[in-house]
């Protein structure tokens, strides 16, 4: 019989936070406009906090199921989400603002395939770093796959052109790959301290960690 597994609260509360701090920079970055467009300053707020309580229900219903389920929708996930990232691509289908694709509109509903993207990513990511225990060290099985799979889905968010969502897909990569390997070394009781930083192996310690800072520096000055 599986054990029972118990949620982890400073990751509860991490998710809490930001989705609060979010509420709240919505708010503060909208209730001019809103106020101008629709004489209303909540007209974005409520939408936000409405999709909230949506995303809080989600979340209270994974917080009952055996996450290990999600390990069958890693496939069909990248699948689709490959399929999405190209038909934003495809006029009129994704709609073009600002000189842009990066919006499906399905009725009144619209949304990025980007945000299915970075799930799906996550979720295989997830599923093949469990996988992989103690191949990390091996590049052409332990880190080239997700190299290319993370590759693929931000080359396609970078033909829209997203340079921020793309340059999060593979700080994301960079991060958990560097993370794994991190914590492989502390379970192997590596030698000394400077291991428990730079992991063993010349690409985990040369090139993901300059790879993690150089995208999270390039994320920042693209932002407006």
Not at 2 to 16: I, K, Y
Not at 58 to 74: F, I, Q, S
Not at 85 to 112: C, D, E, K, Y
Not at 147 to 162: N, R, T
Request: proline share 8%; glycine share 8%.
């Amino acid at each position: 019989m599986p054990r029972q597994l118990t949620p982890d609260v400073w990751l509860f509360g991490a998710a809490v936070v930001l989705l609060s701090a979010g509420v709240v920079m919505v708010y503060s970055a909208s209730a001019i406009v809103a106020a101008d467009r629709f004489h209303d300053p909540y007209f974005f707020l409520k939408k936000q906090l409405f999709w909230a309580l949506i995303g809080a229900g989600v979340l209270w219903a994974a917080l009952r199921c055996d996450y290990r389920w999600l390990e069958k929708a890693v496939v069909p996930a990248l699948l689709v989400a490959v399929v999405l990232l190209v038909l934003v691509l495809v006029p009129p289908i994704g709609q073009a603002i600002n000189g842009t694709r990066r919006w499906i509109r399905l009725g009144p509903v619209s949304f990025q395939p980007v945000e299915l993207a970075k799930l799906a990513l996550v979720l295989y990511l997830a599923a093949f770093l469990a996988k992989k225990r103690g191949e990390l060290e091996d590049f052409r099985t332990g880190v080239l796959p997700p190299l290319l799979v993370a590759g693929l889905l931000a080359g396609l968010v970078l033909v829209q052109p997203d340079l921020g969502n793309c340059l999060t897909l593979v700080a994301l990569t960079f991060g958990l790959l560097y993370g794994r390997a991190v914590a492989a070394a502390e379970f192997r009781d590596a030698e000394g301290p400077t291991r428990l930083i730079f992991p063993p192996g010349p690409f985990l310690s040369q090139a993901l960690l300059p790879g993690i800072i150089v995208a999270v520096f390039a994320a920042a000055s693209d932002s407006p």
